[in-house]
């Protein structure tokens, strides 16, 4: 069994060393950061950042309070910003070769590990400002929740004082200044709360119309089970993935049609429609060469707010004149069902999944924040009571 980071750690430190403290969990995970922190700043700092390289700039030392830069440690990209006088801190890979590797660089530049959270040198707190301290536990919980590298730059970006500046906002006895932060956290508390929660997506659609391949080939894996005999999908099949920095968990929900076979199939078709209020978005697929929407499910789109989109699945079957043929067909479909977006794919050549996937994001997030918005993390406004 590989011996914990923690378990290798010296439990003491001399005084006057300088400190390096694993602050996330002591296990695999997205992000991990790592605190260096000294007494007073050495005469040279640099041997401490010898394997650290921003852009063109080898050994390159973070000098600017506050500043995130991002870089390479060694092979590792990392994210390193100095947050204090005497503090550094360096964001990297979850995973526990890159932990150790980091460490164990700062630990041959002349470096105390310790996992004791009274050796490092915090400042006195007792007089901190309450919503300082209330902002940086909201950060350290997004940072160990988040589960990607563009999340985590999201966050790190939060750490010059904004979210102090909006919770203080969210209080505030002007009645205008406390209504445009609300309209702050209004806007963006779902972007914000998926930086750190993946974003849920059900496949749904008649049984056979291809949702266990085709959330394969997106995940590209052999995740579900794939049958040519309708209602092999009697549950709900989750498989999580990354698209462009984004967290997407998929559900390959069971087939729904009208005359379950067994009470397994029915049951299975029962939990994928009671799912459909708790989502973000549905992609109904649908097989191209056999255009057919359940009654069933037509209602209950047509009666939810849950965006879906329309993919027309097995489309590399279709000749010239079939797609002619049932061109009726897929109108008839477009008439009854409102889709935020059409896409055309195939799961068994993996046409259209590219585009299938840039839609799914550009629905999800048809807008980013500006850089210098503040973000209503979790933790930050929910103990609030909220301007209408």
Known sequence: MTPSLNDCAEKTASPGAILVRLLTADCPGAVAVIELQVSERPTDIAPFFEQFAS???RS???DQLNRIIYGRWRSEDVVVMRTAANRWEIHCNGGRAAISQIMDDLKAAGGTITDSPSAVLQPDQSNQDPDARIVEQV???ALQSCRTLDAARWILSQQDGRLISLRKALRSGNSETRRSAWEIVRR??????HLTDPFRIALMGAPN?????LINALAGKQRAIVSEIPGTTRDVLEAD????GWMLRLADTAGIRDSAASSIEHSGIQRAMTMM???DLICVIIDATNPVVDEALIRQLQSITVPYILVWNKSDLLTHSEAHTIAQQRTNIHRLLTAVRDVNVSAITGSGIDQLLVAIKETLIPQEP???CPLPLRGLWEDLAECK
């Open 55 to 57: 852009g063109a700039q």
């Open 60 to 62: 390159f030392v973070p």
């Open 139 to 141: 950060l350290s919980q």
């Open 188 to 193: 963006w508390k779902e972007f914000a709360r």
């Open 209 to 213: 119309a291809g949702k266990s391949s």
């Open 241 to 244: 993935i990354v698209f462009n």
């Open 277 to 279: 209020n708790a989502v």
């Open 370 to 372: 500006e850089n210098d």
